[in-house]
């Protein structure tokens, strides 16, 4: 079975594009997977979105619930993740002051990819088992 990128390509080389051409087709087919890579690459990324998938949390919660990390590197990535508009934080005029953070709709929008990455993850953890 073909990726899209794969048969998008071979379309071209039979509608006469040039190797040049080509190779400038797949570079502006690889720049948005790139941009996603940057946006969830590290250790956390992905654990902090999971952790925030089925309601919001305060930071000592998902502190407790994804293992290993530092509160540090917490923070750190949650303003990332805020930057690129994933998650939401929000401040409650308590005392002391209370805050959650929780995915926007458009980080909810990264559901089906985690799902892609965790089945493809089982299926190559089986195989790489079954060789064994």
Known sequence: MSTVLEREI???????F????????CKKNLLPVKDALDILSG???IPIIIALTFEKKRFKEMQREIEGIT???????????????????????TLPVTVEYSLT???KSLHKVIEELRTWGLQHRKRLLSKN
Request: proline residues 5%; aromatic residues 6%.
């Open 10 to 16: 071979k379309k071209k080389r039979l509608n006469g």
């Open 18 to 25: 040039s190797p040049a051409e080509q190779h400038s087709e």
């Open 43 to 45: 250790k956390w990324k």
């Open 71 to 93: 509160p540090k590197m917490l923070s750190k990535e949650l303003k990332e993740l805020e930057i690129n508009q994933l998650v939401k934080r929000t401040v409650y005029d």
């Open 105 to 107: 709709n458009y980080g």
